[in-house]
Structures are given as structure tokens and as C-alpha cells.
């Protein structure tokens, strides 16, 4: 079992709709990232949260807004989202040293009506 | 045992064989690496990584080898069974302060019984 968590595991929203996505880990880790990745390809950084704070944003649509509420937890919010963002969504925490590795979790299959 | 001298998308092997999976990564100033595996419906899982001043490093039944001078990183599996089959990804931090990751482009290993 993977010890970041991920909920939900699956979901299906129309483009006019609010959800969010919530990622969960208790390994004390100081840096948590989501990931994108379609299918067959490689995963894809969305944003990086350093000690609560966002550190990098790669150019993401505001359609997708990531929130810290404290050290264990990370969430994505989303809102009109289009077709093209049906993905499997990552989350991914680490110690936050650069020679560290990140622990994924498995991730939100999301899929836009 | 397979190998592939250049980045492959497929390696197929039979079970018992060495496989050697390659990758060649971009940035000169990346001083740390990481292979992960992906199973269907899975997140990544971390496998094993090496840092810029080694030129190999080895876990159970697998050895990363890292030549930086012409940048490239392969990861061997030893007697490769079943349960080794999957999507490969080497990963590259950025070369600077932070801990984001550049993803290779993956390798789908399939292993034959």
C-alpha cells in the first residue's frame, strides 16, 4: 500500500462543475507536488508546495487552484474544467531535499463530460 | 540478456533473462536520479536512485549505472520475473534549487513466463 493517499480514486465531472481532489500523507514529508499524466505518457508537474507554501506553478490554468491547509495535506480544486483535462492526477510528497526521492500516490482518474 | 542501446517505448523478455533499460537524460547540471516503475492503475514506485557522484549503485536485483559524460542512465533488472512487468520512468531533478523532477519518457517492460 502506497502511503500517500489519494481520494477519490476515480471521478467524472461535466465542465461546469466544483470538485476537488485530496492528497494525504503522514511521513512527515516538508515538500508535496500533483502531477499530470495522460495516458502512455510521462507524469507531468503541475505545482510544488515547499513547507505549506507554493514554490512552483508551471504555467497551470487557473482553472485549477492547489491549496496546502497545513504539512499532511494537499488539495486541488477544480472548476470548469475542459475535455483535454481528463488525466490521472498525482500527488507526490517528499522530505524536500533535492536529493530525495518523491512517493506518489495512486492517483485520481478524472474524466470531463 | 536484452538491452537496448537507444531509448526504446517496449522491451519484451522472457522471464529468467536481464533486462537493461536505458535512458538518456537533458540537463548537465542534474545531480540526481531516480527510476521509478509504474503498474497499470498505479501510481510510480520508487525503485532505486543514484546521485551525480556515483557511477553505480546497486539494490536487490537491480543496478542503476550513470555515465555522465554522455548523460545517460540504465537500470538492469536480474533475472527478470512476471511481476517486473510495467512502465519504467527514469526521473532527473532540475539542476537547481528544488526538488521538481523531469520524467523521461518511459519504457514498457513485458515479461514473458
Not at chain 2, 8 to 21: A, F
Not at chain 2, 38 to 48: A, H, L, N, R, T
Amino acid at each position: 500500500d502506497t502511503e500517500v493517499t489519494q481520494t477519490p480514486k476515480h471521478l467524472v465531472m461535466g465542465m461546469t462543475n466544483k470538485k476537488s481532489l485530496k492528497c494525504e500523507q503522514h511521513m512527515g514529508h516538508r515538500a508535496m507536488y500533483w502531477y499530470k499524466q495522460k495516458a502512455k505518457k510521462p507524469p507531468e508537474l503541475m505545482f510544488v508546495y515547499s513547507y505549506e507554501k507554493l514554490s512552483i506553478n508551471e504555467s497551470v490554468p487557473s482553472r485549477f487552484s492547489p491549496e496546502c491547509p497545513n504539512s499532511s495535506l494537499l488539495n486541488l480544486h477544480l472548476h470548469a474544467l475542459q475535455p483535454e483535462d481528463s488525466a490521472l492526477y498525482l500527488c507526490a510528497s517528499s522530505q524536500g531535499d533535492r536529493s530525495q526521492p518523491q512517493h506518489f500516490g495512486d492517483g485520481t482518474r478524472l474524466s470531463i463530460l | 540478456g536484452e538491452s537496448v542501446g537507444l531509448h526504446l517505448p517496449t522491451l519484451s523478455v522472457q522471464e529468467g533473462d536481464n533486462s537493461i533499460i536505458n535512458c538518456a537524460y537533458s540537463n548537465s547540471a542534474s545531480d540526481y536520479f531516480i527510476w521509478y516503475k509504474q503498474e497499470s492503475g498505479k501510481g510510480p514506485q520508487f525503485i532505486i536512485d543514484i546521485r551525480s557522484n556515483m557511477d553505480k549503485r546497486q539494490g536487490q536485483r537491480v543496478t542503476v549505472l550513470l555515465n555522465k559524460t554522455v548523460k545517460h542512465l540504465s537500470l538492469q533488472i536480474a533475472a527478470t520475473q512476471p511481476g517486473d512487468s510495467a512502465v519504467y520512468f527514469c526521473a532527473e531533478n532540475r539542476g537547481q534549487a528544488g526538488t521538481a523532477l523531469i520524467f523521461g519518457k518511459g519504457t514498457t517492460l513485458s515479461v514473458s513466463s
